[in-house]
């Protein structure tokens, strides 16, 4: 009974010293209690300027592809768990991104009013910009119209070429390593599935694990640059061994 | 126990329809429009005349992604639209993506309020 007791004050000093924490990072449900979520309120804030310039690299190539659509998704699903109203605020936000992704006459301003509204946080800035060259590397390469839209926006934000094309080299090289030696036998064990598995349920398989895996936005704030690669690696390892289990069954 | 598993294959569902959700307003709208007939036909009259046609989801969504992913005159149902706008262009989009968005097209009714929808 004592033990219990004592189990239960730690609790309680253990979720105050959390919370008072938590108060101090950027996003969190806590920063964002009282704001209100409306379409106007979302579309200038730092999140909603974000999600409008995700979508203008998903479509830069002319089309959303599913690793892509795979990635936007658990993004708002992150991002928006921090508003008081969840479901509410994703819709906007999936509005956000519908009507910017075919506009791309306003990335400059996006990018600028995107920078001035997180200047007080590099980290948070090389997060976004982390994000959306993972973006444009989902499908495999990066091509001439995303590299532009890319360069548009790192531009727009006086993004630090050096950290821009350190970021960038990073994931050439990543896509590059992963198993080019790889067997169908590994991709059917990275995704935990058996070779009897009929493709529905590799495909849920694949969708749990991306899930499990993506580089979180939120979680990853102040957390080592290493955590973002380890989750982007894994979550294109997955992916490439979806692609091969699909390639293989035709 | 039962409760959690309803509850997650909820959300799987859920999971799915945003996955079509997506890639339909990222790809289509472009040239299908919800409501209004531009450079192709409107989608809920794709909709309608597929619905006609195949009733049944499963069927929905094997002939429309099949005809999707070869465009062909002579097996189109739709004759008239190809008449007014020409046969669609072939885009190569994966066999699995055309099939998600067929899907989609299926359960969303485009007049009403859905997330994504511009009003």
């Known amino acids: 009974m004592g033990n219990l007791l004592l189990f239960a004050m730690l609790g309680a000093i253990f979720y105050y010293v959390f919370k008072s924490y938590s108060k101090y990072e950027k996003y969190s449900k806590e920063a964002f209690k009282d704001f209100s979520i409306s379409y106007d309120s979302l ?95 989902a499908d495999g390469e990066v091509s001439k119209s995303e590299e532009k839209v890319l360069a548009t926006i790192a531009e727009a934000m006086q993004f630090d070429p050096q950290t821009y094309h350190a970021i960038f080299d990073q994931f050439e090289k990543m896509m590059h390593n992963i198993n080019p030696k790889s067997t169908l036998e590994d991709a059917y064990k990275v995704l935990g599935v058996s070779q009897n598995d009929d493709m529905e349920t590799i495909k849920k398989a694949y969708r749990k694990l991306v899930r499990q895996y993506h580089p979180d936005i939120i979680k990853s704030q102040g957390k080592s640059e290493a955590y973002i690669k380890e989750a982007t690696q894994k979550t294109q390892e997955i992916n490439s061994a979806y692609e091969m289990i699909k390639k293989a069954r035709g | 126990m039962k409760k959690l598993l309803f509850l997650l294959s909820f959300a799987s569902l859920y999971a799915s329809d945003e996955m079509g959700s997506l890639l339909f307003h990222g790809n289509c709208t472009t040239c299908h429009f919800e409501l209004k007939e531009v450079s192709a036909p409107a989608m809920i009259t794709v909709r309608e005349r597929y619905k006609k046609a195949f009733g049944k989801k499963k069927d929905f969504v094997k002939y429309l992604s099949e005809w999707v992913a070869a465009p062909n005159a002579q097996t189109s149902i739709m004759q008239d639209a190809i008449t007014k706008h020409g046969l669609m262009p072939h885009l190569g989009y994966e066999k699995e993506v055309i099939e998600e968005i067929a899907a989609y097209i299926y359960d969303t009714d485009f007049t009403q309020q859905h997330p994504n929808h511009i009003p």
């Open chain 1, 43 to 137: 579309k200038r804030s730092e999140l909603g300027l974000f999600v409008a310039l995700a979508a203008k690299v998903a479509k830069a190539d002319g089309r959303v592809d599913a690793l892509e659509a795979e990635l936007v998704s658990n993004m708002l699903d992150d991002i928006s768990k921090v508003f008081p109203e969840p479901q509410k605020t994703k819709d906007i936000f999936k509005q956000i991104f519908n009507e910017e992704k075919d506009n791309n006459n306003n990335i400059e301003h996006l990018a600028h009013a995107l920078s001035q509204a997180t200047k007080r946080s590099k980290a948070m800035q090389q997060q976004f910009m982390q994000f959306l060259i993972q973006l444009a590397f």
